[in-house]
């Protein structure tokens, strides 16, 4: 803690990933943590929490949404998926625009791609063909 208040260390970023047991007012869990305790006592350097509820407020908040370029799709699929010839591809980028612009999801498939040997065209048809059969047992 003493380092990242330290006034030359500027350039340093922390991350608190899925914070998704805080302790707030009505939450009675005991396992629930005060992220408090943890962050710097500072206004230099970064930090980054992310979590699923609405209810945690520990800085400003900055909402993810899609993202409106496909070449910004064809991006995170290219850097996740380690794969060349990615922003060329006409198959990538119909399963980005499939995959709606959504940061997560490319992201899950991009890392998805890089740790098996399926073609883009092969994915978006398995992809294709799950959403279809979950459309179709759902009520």
């Known amino acids: 803690m003493r380092w990242l208040e330290h006034a030359k260390n500027t350039r340093w970023l922390m ?20 992220i408090q305790q943890y962050l710097p006592k500072v206004y230099h350097g970064s930090i980054i929490v992310t979590t699923r509820l609405s209810n945690v407020n520990v800085g400003p908040r900055i909402r993810v949404g899609k993202l ?5 799709s064809l991006q995170i699929l290219s850097n996740a998926s380690r794969r060349e010839g990615v922003m060329d591809d006409p198959t990538a980028a119909e399963l980005a625009k ?3 612009g ?28 799950s959403w279809l059969k979950l459309q179709q047992t759902s009520p």
């Not at 991350?15 to 005060?34: E, H, L, W």
């Not at 409106?68 to 910004?72: I, L, T, W």
């Not at 890392?111 to 992809?127: C, E, K, P």
């Open 68 to 72: 409106e370029n496909v070449g910004d």
């Open 15 to 34: 991350v608190f990933d899925n914070y998704d047991r805080p302790k707030v007012p009505g939450n009675t869990d005991p396992s629930a943590v005060d």
């Open 98 to 100: 499939e995959l709606d």
């Open 102 to 129: 959504l940061p997560l999801a490319l992201a899950t498939a991009g890392a998805y791609l890089d740790q098996v040997s399926t073609s883009f065209a092969d994915y978006l048809r398995l992809y294709r063909a």
